[in-house]
């Protein structure tokens, strides 16, 4: 079993839906989490951070963590075409500088 | 957040010949960054932990004699690909953890073709 497992998609939906991104995980020490947005042939752009279990909001975005169940999310409101991309979920185990360890990415397509 | 500067953002070169790739963080001090290597439609794989003042530290299956890597300041580590074959092309990008350790930001990343 994987450490961070992530659905590969594409996920497709039209202009205006609510996305639901969702990733598990087998470690229970990972106590970071975050949701990356990748464009193609861009690096990584931080979009939402959180720590332990909980909901963090930020406009469109709305990141959950559920730690007994092992797995996060990532919600997308008002979904637009730019919103098209890759997203990563990645965790991380302590606040010191250990590495983080990605999910695979979800292509989400979002059609106008 | 903090912005971390990668260059060039896409670089050609001849098989055998050496690449050099900067990773800068502009407005912060990075003791510890990390460089990543990313195939088409695959996650990020980590190469290396680059420690200001300190040698790197390579993950597994990872040639340090053919990834290079130099961190000589707070601001700036590089990444040398030296002997570069076709093999070696993919798209590598670097990252650092900000102002609190919490949160990695990433540079835009570096499309390096090996003809």
């Known amino acids: 079993q994987k450490e961070v497992e992530q659905d590969p998609g594409p996920l497709s939906v039209p202009e205006g839906a609510i996305v639901s991104l969702n990733c598990t995980y087998s470690n229970s020490a990972f106590q970071y989490f975050m949701w990356y947005r990748q464009y193609s042939r861009k690096g990584p752009e931080l979009l939402m951070y959180t720590y332990s279990s909980g909901n963090k909001e930020d406009g469109r975005f709305t990141a959950q963590v559920d730690k007994s169940s092992k797995y996060i999310s990532l919600f997308i409101r008002d979904s637009q075409p730019s919103d098209s991309a890759t997203y990563l979920c990645?965790?991380?185990?302590?606040?010191?500088?250990?590495?983080?360890?990605f999910g695979k990415g979800t292509m989400l397509l979002v059609s106008p | 957040g903090a912005v971390v500067s990668q260059h060039p953002s896409r670089v050609i070169c001849k098989s055998g010949t050496s690449v050099k790739i900067e990773c800068r963080s502009l407005?912060?001090?990075?003791?510890?960054m990390f460089w990543y290597r990313q195939f088409p439609k695959q996650s990020l794989m980590l190469m290396a932990t680059?420690?200001?003042?300190?040698?790197?530290?390579?993950e597994q299956g990872v040639e340090k004699d053919k990834f290079l890597i130099n961190h000589a300041s707070l601001t700036l580590s590089t990444l040398t690909v030296t002997s570069a074959h076709p093999e070696d092309s993919s798209f590598y990008i670097c990252s650092a953890y900000g102002f609190q350790n919490t949160e990695a930001f990433f540079g835009q990343g570096t499309r390096l073709t090996v003809v």
């Open positions: 407005d912060f001090q990075a003791t510890t």
């Open positions: 680059s420690n200001e003042g300190s040698k790197a530290t390579y």
């Open positions: 990645a965790m991380r185990y302590d606040s010191g500088y250990s590495t983080l360890t």
